[in-house]
């Protein structure tokens, strides 16, 4: 018997878009960009092609970023980069028009729920349903939801940074903070335009965070040589950072989300806050990947802290594990509107 499936799950995140097929794990995962060439709207490039034309393109041709703090800013470019997601996957499988899963931020509203919806069926799906990120993160990250004990994630994306507090299945307390691994490259490039005087992109600003970036200043410094446009000369100059540089720049975005982490643990039901402080709590997300980053939350809320393994890929593993067992799922964490 041939495997054959007409499922697949969405990651769409505002950096990278990830695309799961049960029975084949993860098949895609491109940078969430599309490069239209103006005046005729024709899309060019998406994904990884499409994100190497950033900060290189003539005037004709516009690189757009569709998502914007996890959800829909441009309705249309969505539709074509979704199309492009589900063509590309479609090679590796042999259906027509799939049921598709797709992640969305817990705040969002009921009329991005719907754009998304609308988007994926005139994308060619035949059904689309959409689940909140933080449970498919949990869900990723291994977490037992169904459980009556309590259990807390914190997702850090590109957009948005989602904290929640799971119990048998649902979520008793969210908060979805716009602030997360976008806002810390925008914060690196300020920090570098105005300490040495030199213009850096946003990819180049996402490189150094990779590389070097920290939660907090240690005594052992990492360096790493940039370069940019020197903003006095307006000609290319090359200059040393520091690990410790990039983490007072990331400090204000840092301090936001742990903001965000305390308010959800003061709204937590005392019953759950006693189970969080016994497991303590879970950072999933490209953002949880910065060094020492559950160090520093731990110390400032008091209650332990944990990256998840593969952290990256936890939510796209989490609608794998939906998809998989869709007809249970559907009616706790799924809406179709």
């Given at each position: 018997?041939?495997?054959?499936?007409?499922?697949?799950?969405?990651?769409?995140?505002?950096?990278?878009?990830?695309?799961?097929?049960?029975?084949?794990g993860?098949?895609?995962?491109?940078?969430?960009?599309?490069a239209?060439?103006?005046?005729?709207?024709?899309?060019?490039?998406?994904?990884?092609?499409?994100?190497?034309?950033?900060?290189?393109?003539?005037?004709?041709i516009?690189?757009?970023?569709?998502?914007k703090?996890?959800?829909?800013?441009?309705?249309?470019?969505?539709?074509?980069?979704?199309?492009?997601?589900?063509?590309?996957?479609?090679?590796?499988?042999n259906?027509?028009?799939?049921?598709?899963?797709?992640?969305?931020?817990?705040?969002?509203?009921?009329?991005?729920?719907?754009a998304?919806?609308?988007?994926?069926?005139?994308?060619?799906?035949?059904?689309?349903?959409?689940?909140?990120?933080?449970?498919?993160?949990?869900?990723?990250?291994?977490?037992?939801?169904?459980?009556?004990?309590?259990?807390?994630?914190?997702?850090?994306?590109g957009?948005?940074?989602?904290?929640?507090?799971?119990?048998?299945?649902?979520?008793?307390?969210?908060?979805?903070?716009?602030?997360?691994?976008?806002?810390?490259?925008?914060?690196?490039?300020?920090?570098?335009?105005?300490?040495?005087?030199?213009?850096?992109?946003?990819?180049?600003?996402?490189?150094?965070?990779?590389?070097?970036?920290?939660?907090?200043?240690?005594?052992?410094?990492?360096?790493?040589?940039?370069?940019?446009?020197?903003?006095?000369?307006?000609?290319?100059?090359?200059?040393?950072?520091?690990?410790?540089?990039?983490?007072?720049?990331?400090?204000?975005?840092?301090?936001?989300?742990?903001?965000?982490?305390?308010?959800?643990?003061?709204?937590?039901?005392?019953?759950?806050?006693?189970?969080?402080?016994?497991?303590?709590?879970?950072?999933?997300?490209?953002?949880?990947?910065?060094?020492?980053?559950?160090?520093?939350?731990?110390?400032?809320?008091?209650?332990?802290?944990?990256?998840?393994?593969?952290?990256?890929?936890?939510?796209?593993?989490?609608?794998?594990?939906?998809?998989?067992?869709?007809?249970?799922y559907?009616?706790?964490?799924?809406?179709?509107?």
């Amino acid at each position: 018997m041939s495997f054959f499936t007409n499922k697949l799950a969405i990651d769409l995140g505002t950096c990278n878009s990830l695309v799961f097929i049960p029975g084949k794990g993860i098949v895609l995962n491109e940078p969430s960009v599309v490069a239209v060439a103006k005046p005729e709207n024709k899309v060019m490039a998406v994904g990884a092609e499409a994100k190497l034309m950033v900060g290189r393109t003539p005037d004709n041709i516009v690189v757009y970023r569709p998502m914007k703090d996890g959800v829909i800013a441009d309705y249309k470019v969505t539709e074509a980069m979704l199309k492009y997601f589900i063509n590309k996957s479609k090679s590796r499988l042999n259906f027509f028009k799939p049921e598709i899963l797709i992640s969305i931020p817990v705040g969002a509203s009921s009329t991005e729920r719907r754009a998304v919806i609308e988007a994926a069926k005139a994308a060619g799906a035949r059904e689309a349903f959409v689940a909140k990120e933080p449970i498919l993160a949990a869900i990723g990250a291994g977490i037992p939801i169904n459980s009556c004990e309590g259990n807390m994630i914190v997702n850090i994306g590109g957009g948005t940074s989602e904290i929640a507090v799971v119990a048998l299945g649902g979520i008793v307390t969210a908060q979805s903070i716009r602030m997360a691994g976008d806002r810390m490259d925008e914060r690196i490039a300020e920090y570098i335009k105005k300490e040495h005087n030199l213009a850096v992109g946003s990819q180049s600003a996402e490189e150094i965070k990779i590389r070097i970036g920290r939660a907090f200043p240690q005594k052992k410094e990492d360096i790493y040589d940039i370069r940019g446009r020197d903003l006095i000369t307006g000609l290319p100059r090359n200059i040393k950072i520091s690990s410790n540089e990039i983490a007072r720049a990331l400090q204000s975005v840092l301090e936001e989300i742990i903001e965000g982490i305390k308010q959800v643990l003061r709204q937590t039901p005392p019953e759950l806050s006693a189970d969080i402080i016994n497991k303590g709590m879970i950072l999933s997300g490209g953002g949880s990947l910065l060094r020492d980053l559950d160090q520093l939350v731990a110390k400032h809320t008091g209650v332990p802290c944990f990256t998840a393994e593969d952290a990256l890929f936890c939510v796209v593993k989490g609608t794998g594990v939906v998809l998989e067992n869709l007809d249970t799922y559907k009616r706790s964490i799924m809406s179709k509107k």
